[in-house]
């Protein structure tokens, strides 16, 4: 039961969306719903005061996918601000000094000459 996507464990993502979903309940309602304590069902609502029904519905989405996919979907999410691999400077400076490491640095710099020369084309 480990953190979840918004900053809220499993547990506490429950013990929201219970509360959200039944505002009349009390928290031991709550807590024997989400098997837990009473006293953490206060504890979770009152840190989590401005739950509203954005993040319910959020959290309901997130819920259904982890239902459907499995708990740990989001751990294995890949992280869109990591690289993809090395950039094209970095595959331009690891080429050996060698007849194939120049036929690759001179395929580059063709591959942006033509790039180039297509942006000026459009912008001209």
């Given amino acids: 039961m480990g953190q979840k996507t918004g900053g809220k464990t499993e547990l506490q993502r429950d013990i929201l969306l219970t509360w959200y ?3 009349d ?3 031991k309602e709550i807590a024997e719903a989400c098997d837990c304590s009473a006293s953490y ?5 009152n840190r989590f005061d401005d739950y509203d029904h954005m993040e ?4 309901r989405r997130d819920k259904e996918l982890e ?3 499995g708990e740990d979907i ?3 999410m890949p992280n ?7 950039g094209l400077i970095e595959i331009y400076t690891r080429q050996p000094d060698n007849l194939a490491g120049y036929l690759v640095r001179g395929s580059i710099l ?8 297509r942006i000026a084309i459009v912008l001209v």
């Fill in 74 to 76: 989001f751990d294995t």
């Fill in 110 to 117: 063709v591959v942006l000459l033509l790039l180039f020369y």
């Fill in 67 to 69: 239902e459907m996919f």
């Fill in 21 to 23: 979903e039944n505002p």
């Fill in 56 to 59: 319910a519905m959020i959290d």
């Fill in 41 to 45: 069902v206060s504890d979770v609502t």
């Fill in 80 to 86: 869109a601000n990591a690289s993809a691999g090395p």
């Fill in 25 to 27: 309940a009390t928290q």
